[in-house]
């Protein structure tokens, strides 16, 4: 038994009016994140590019051709900006025009000049495939790696519907004018059937990736110093642990630096808390960068930072340590019209692949980092027995 072509373009048209609900509450709902604000727009001008094709009867063909499958087009297009501004990757404007304008013209030629309903579909489908082969492109080569599970959804979602448009330029199609689409056949059917299929499938794998992205993010803020940015202490805790277990479990050093602002409460009773706080941000954001990409860098407590150096030894913990204490101190502060000067006391330890947890080794930096302000502080002590 066949499907009823006009019924499955008017089940393709209420899916695409969910879809576009579904992202519009999305936007309120989540803000700003990622994607969203484009996939919206998609969603948006393909429901309006359904609605006016819907329109045939009223509508002069070369219009409704061009317009419709234009929109269409264009809302590809910002689907695949979607998934390039989610994957933080740049994109131009450029592609909207070249994968957009010429050929809508080109449907519009095949409407008005040399009617032919299989030319246009072919055009058509040229376009849309080459856009969401792109975008599952995009999500395949620059997904986020922690998101691994809802990406490849998503980009084989936008493949597979590529793959099919693909195939449809080898349909067989007869007629001339748009409403000759609705008439029964399998190629039609088909069309109708894979259309509500993909949306679904998008709505699903669009829903997966920013329900995924906010769990992220929102794990992450759990693990996020808000003051300055940086790891806070149970994530250096949890993830400098970790890290000292496989530098003694493979025999490899490993180092702790403990950094202590000097004289900070004299920064906040001079001049004011604020300032303390521009103080704490001005130091995470001048070490972090300094670090190595396999270092560990967090706040400890009030004006304590630590580092933890997997396969670090102590005489490179040590020069690094000197490193960053003469860049803090050749680095002050500014707040509102003050220069306010800064130093710090670092205290270092280590272990050469001896079976040593990071709460020891803390221990000793701890231990160190005293003597360091107890010796005139602005300066780098390490821990006795390392």
Known sequence: MGFDVPTLAFMSLFVGLELTAGFLLAGLLLGRQPGLRQWSASAAVIFTGGVIWMFQAILPETTLAVVSNGLLLLGAAFGWAGARAFCDRPYSTRPFWLGVVPFALAIGWFSEVSPSLRARVIVYSAAASAWSLATAWTFFRHGPRHLRASVRFAGGAYLLHGAFLVARLFFPQSGQRSTDLLLPGWPREVAGLEVIVSSIAFVLALA??????????????????????????????????????????????????????DRFKRINDTHGHLAGDAALRHFAAILEPELRRSDLFGRWGGEEFVAVMPGATGDEALAAAERLRALVARSPVSFERASIELTVSIGVAWNEGEGMELGALVARADAALYRAKDGGRDRVIEATGS
């Open 208 to 261: 997966a990736l920013l329900g995924h992205r906010l769990m992220a993010d929102l794990e992450r803020a759990g693990r996020i110093d808000v003051l300055t940015g940086v790891r806070n202490r149970r994530s250096v805790e949890d993830e400098g642990a970790r890290g000292v277990e496989v530098c003694v479990a493979t025999r490899l050093p490993c180092a702790v630096l403990l950094f202590d602002l």
